[in-house]
């Protein structure tokens, strides 16, 4: 007897996991939980257009709540999976309530990592929430300071700088978005920030913060009216061990995202899976990675087993730039660069042994296409 697929966690990938199952013909019953009161929306948002003032908040919805209605899928809001009985295949939620199910799909995404805090915590960037909280301050305020020189801090100084405030980045690594991208596209990166007004300061890290402040290692204290943080996220796995599958810097699954029980599936930024282009196990954190395992996750369940190796693709925009990435940043030996960087259009395109690893693209998206096409296994 099927009783259905339960789907916990509502972002990208679970909502796509919901979306791609109808569409491959999934006719059993779909519960999809989340821990927040709002039907799933889009993420990559909160730290671009919607912390500017450009989108709304119905705008980031997948999906009206009707559509949920039509489809049969039971939207499951503020009332969190607690426990998950293998055995019995259930999931227990806040509630009490329990719900069977055949296949259980893990999308339960990842946390902020955070700070020490000396008093009232600063702002962090993962929920419509928080983003609502921050956008919501950055109207009174005159100053940023942004913590991380990642897609997430870089983000939000684009987005505060864009409405006049006065933005210091403050990073720990040596230059920028150092994990991500190559060293050309960082220089290039802080270029164009240091010309629209962003001071930036590297190799400086940070021991404790509050709302409006930030005190490094010598004691020096950096004021400013809103401290974000954006310095990575730590993927939610507690669930998932406390159920006793296995964990590996992720919920560790096969290629076609089956975990340590093969009836339970992990998606998006909690699971952890053999990556061709990682040359091992990889946990990866962008809407492609989560969009595609949803997919392939969808299409085994409906019997049409599908084993997961797209290539990654990443992007962040940044005042005018928008910066697409086809493959895993590596370290590589040979660097070519096509097109005019003064012009704002141009990729990058990285080497290793004279064979491709990586495609950098800023305001060239035929260019990342046919990257994407050139990278596949």
């Known amino acids: 007897m099927d009783c259905g697929v339960v789907i916990v966690g509502a972002g990208q990938a679970g909502f796509q996991t919901a979306l791609s199952l109808r569409n491959e013909g999934y006719a059993g019953k779909i519960a999809l939980i989340d821990d927040e009161g709002r039907v799933p929306y889009a993420r990559p948002p909160l730290s671009k257009a919607y912390l500017k003032g450009t989108a709304t908040a119905e705008s980031l919805e997948y999906r009206p709540a009707e559509f949920f209605v039509q489809q049969a899928i039971d939207l499951v809001l503020d009332n969190p999976a607690v426990a998950l009985d293998r055995e019995k295949r259930t999931v227990a939620l806040r509630s009490g309530r329990e719900l069977e199910w055949s296949s259980l799909v893990l999308a339960t995404g990842a946390h902020v990592r955070r700070l020490p805090s000396t008093g009232p915590e600063p702002f962090y960037l993962r929920t419509f929430a928080d983003s609502d909280g921050l956008r919501n301050h950055l109207a009174g305020a ?32 040596g230059r920028l978005m150092g994990r991500a991208v190559s060293p050309f596209i960082s220089a290039w990166f802080q270029a164009m920030h240091e010309k629209h007004g962003v001071e930036i300061r590297l190799n400086t890290a940070v021991r404790r913060v509050s709302e409006s402040s930030a005190e490094l290692p010598d004691g020096t204290t950096l004021a400013a009216d809103a401290v974000v943080v954006g310095i990575g996220v730590i993927p939610n796995t507690a669930l998932a061990a406390a159920a006793g599958l296995a964990i590996s810097a992720g919920i560790l699954t096969d290629s076609w995202l089956k975990t340590s029980d093969p009836a339970i599936f992990a998606v998006g930024d909690c699971a952890a899976h053999p990556n061709v282009y990682a040359g091992g196990l990889a946990r990866i954190e962008s809407v492609q990675n989560a969009a595609d395992h949803a997919r392939a996750v969808a299409a085994t369940i409906a019997g049409k087993p599908k084993e997961y190796h797209q290539v990654p693709w990443f992007w962040t925009e940044q005042f005018e730039a928008k910066l697409q990435i086809a493959g895993l940043a590596v370290e590589t030996d040979e660097t070519e660069v096509r097109g005019d960087p003064d012009s704002g259009k141009f990729s990058v395109y990285n080497y290793k042994d004279g064979k491709l690893k990586f495609v950098e693209s800023v305001n060239q998206p035929a260019a990342h296409i046919a990257a994407r096409k050139l990278l596949e296994i």
């Open 142 to 173: 005159d100053s940023l300071l942004a913590i991380g020189c990642g897609f997430i801090g870089l983000e939000a100084a684009a987005a505060a700088r864009a409405q006049g405030k006065r933005v210091r980045v403050i990073g720990a690594e």
